[in-house]
């Protein structure tokens, strides 16, 4: 006796599942490597290892959510890719690793919002790198003069807050 007719093709969404599996592992490895730090007694209760445990729970929540979706095929059906933004978005990653270490953060980090910003279809790149510049210098200036954080110097941070290159 059956209940109704099956449908034997409905089959888990496979990239939703190996997701799923990602998100489980780095959550246990951050378990396991939150659990092998040595904390004072002091610190024990409220100090280092709390929220890295806290993000751990997090990603272990997302990886029950992400499996339970992908055993009842909740996600939308996926459009195909365009590689073209992804292109550009990468060969950015790419330019700011080269230039981080001798033209700077700024210049490196403005180049990057250059490109990201003409894969999503923003601006020339004339206009979008001088804009990019712009604000990744008030990022560097606000971390590395503000918060005192070391973040790579080039040509503009050196003129711009010293006067000399």
């Given at each position: 006796m059956s209940a109704g007719p099956t449908n034997s093709?409905?089959?888990?969404?496979?990239a939703a599942l190996v997701i799923a599996v990602i998100l489980a592992a780095i959550a246990i490895i951050i378990f396991w490597q939150t659990s092998q730090m040595r904390v004072p007694p002091v610190q024990q209760r409220v100090g280092p290892a709390v929220f890295p445990y806290?993000?751990?729970s997090g990603l272990?929540?997302?990886a029950i959510g992400t499996l339970i979706s992908a055993l009842r095929n909740g996600f939308p059906a996926?459009?195909?890719d365009d590689y073209a933004p992804i292109a550009w978005i990468v060969a950015g990653l790419v330019v700011q690793i080269l230039l981080l270490s001798t033209a700077g953060f700024s210049i490196a980090t403005g180049?990057?919002?250059?490109?990201?910003?003409k894969g999503f279809g923003r601006g020339p790149l004339w206009q979008t790198i001088p804009i990019g510049v712009?604000?990744?210098f008030i990022v560097w200036f606000i971390f590395a003069r503000?918060?005192?954080l070391s973040l790579p110097?080039?040509?503009?941070e050196r003129l711009l807050t010293t006067g000399a290159f």
């Open positions: 093709t409905r089959r888990p969404d496979g806290i993000v751990a272990g929540l997302l996926r459009s195909k180049v990057l919002f250059a490109f990201t910003a712009v604000f990744s503000g918060l005192q110097q080039g040509v503009l």
